[in-house]
Structure formats: structure tokens, C-alpha cells
């Protein structure tokens, strides 16, 4: 296992279109997190999943975004109407029952032009 | 709304100096964690401490967890240029998310 993926790694896209991401965790991780970070910023919570299970939502997470993880394995983040304002670097991480570390993937790096 | 306050934002040091980040907050946190991060990379795992007094060292970096568990240092001796980067300090409670600080830009030179 190579540790968490995330596809793809940059994602240029005009503005009120749709983007999706996909992030592979590590696959004996049931927990999988979505953030985002934009420069100079430490990463913002954005949801999480236990297995297929969306247990928190930020108020970051607006209607035009979803989340999804059908069978408890990768998981996908789709903006709609994409803004200029959601450009930023989308990070997915994973986590092991019990344990405390995060295992963070490289992150897709969104830009709205 | 739980904030986890980092400073210094951003350090430049000369190689060989030794250096303190803090990260401070008003919410008790379960565990913190430490982070490094490069550019266009995601945040690396460094430690973790849970424990309140906890101290852990990782060779030359050195973690402390405050007695009430809210505050946390990090400590860097002999700094080297392949120290550079961004390091995240990051709060958890209740076993789910993670609260970021806004980081620590450390730059060694040369």
C-alpha cells in the first residue's frame, strides 16, 4: 500500500463549471477526511466518513459541495458552479481505528479562472 | 469554534541556530499534533503527544504538550537547511476532526 492518492494533482477549471476529485486511502483506514488549505493557511475541516457513513459536515461545506464514499473504500468531492473563491489545494487524509495519526495524501490543487 | 494560535507565522534562521514554535489555545485538546509540510505536498505526520507534561523527542526536535493540555512547543536545536518548511500544529477532540493552526514558515539557510 502507497499510502493515501489522490487524482488528479492539478485541476485548472473556468468558473460555474464542475470538478470532481477522487481520494484512495490506505485501504485498512475506515476513517477518511477532507480539507482544504489555501497559501498560507493551515487546512480547514471541510467532512469526514466513517466507512461509507458522512458523520460531519463544516459550515465550509456549501451546498454546492458533496461528498461521497458508496462503499466505504475511495471517496469523491464534487464542487458545482465552481467560484474563483474555491480555488484552493483539496487534501484527503486517512486514519487507522484507534490510532491518533493522519495520513494525508499530496492534495489536488484546484484553480478558477 | 476551536483556534489553535501559531507563532512565530514565519522564521528565518542561520544553520546551526536553535529555534521554538508555539501553538496555544483556549480548548482542551484530546491529542496534538505536529506536522510538516513541503511545498505542493500534504502535511507529513512528526508526533503526536496526548498526555498533559508529555515530552517527545524525534533526534533533534523536541515536542512538549502543556500540563493542560492546550498548548504546545516545538523545538528545534542545531537547525539545518533540510528543516525548511512549513510546520502545523493541529488539535483534536472527541476522537474526529483535526483543528489547524495557521502554521510556522521556517526557513534554514545556509
Known amino acids: 500500500d502507497t499510502g493515501v492518492s489522490q487524482d488528479p494533482r492539478h485541476k485548472i477549471t473556468k468558473r460555474g463549471q464542475n470538478v470532481t476529485f477522487r481520494c484512495d486511502p490506505i485501504s485498512e483506514h475506515n476513517r477518511l477526511y477532507w480539507y482544504r488549505q489555501t497559501l498560507g493557511q493551515g487546512p480547514e475541516f471541510l467532512t469526514y466518513?466513517?466507512?461509507?457513513?458522512?458523520?460531519?459536515k463544516s459550515r465550509l461545506l456549501s451546498d454546492r459541495f458533496s461528498a461521497e464514499r458508496p462503499k466505504g473504500s475511495f471517496s469523491t468531492l464534487e464542487i458545482q458552479r465552481t467560484e474563483q473563491g474555491d480555488s484552493a489545494m483539496y487534501l484527503c487524509a486517512s486514519r487507522y481505528p484507534g490510532t491518533y495519526g493522519y495520513t494525508f495524501g499530496s492534495g489536488t490543487r484546484l484553480t478558477v479562472v | 469554534t476551536q483556534l489553535l494560535e501559531q507563532s512565530p507565522q514565519f522564521l528565518s534562521i542561520q544553520e546551526g541556530e536553535n529555534l521554538t514554535v508555539y501553538c496555544n489555545s483556549s480548548s482542551v485538546f484530546s491529542s496534538l499534533q505536529w506536522y510538516r509540510q513541503e511545498p505542493g505536498e500534504g502535511p507529513v505526520l512528526l508526533v503526536t503527544?496526548?498526555?498533559?507534561?508529555e515530552v517527545k523527542k524525534l533526534k533533534r526536535l523536541t515536542f512538549q504538550f502543556g500540563d493542560a493540555r492546550k498548548d504546545s512547543s516545538l523545538h528545534i536545536t542545531a537547525a539545518q537547511p533540510g528543516d525548511t518548511g512549513l510546520y502545523l500544529c493541529a488539535g483534536e477532540t472527541s476522537g474526529s476532526r483535526l483543528t489547524f493552526g495557521e502554521g510556522t514558515q521556517l526557513t534554514v539557510n545556509p
Open positions: 466518513f466513517q466507512n461509507e457513513a458522512q458523520l460531519e
Open positions: 503527544v496526548v498526555t498533559g507534561g
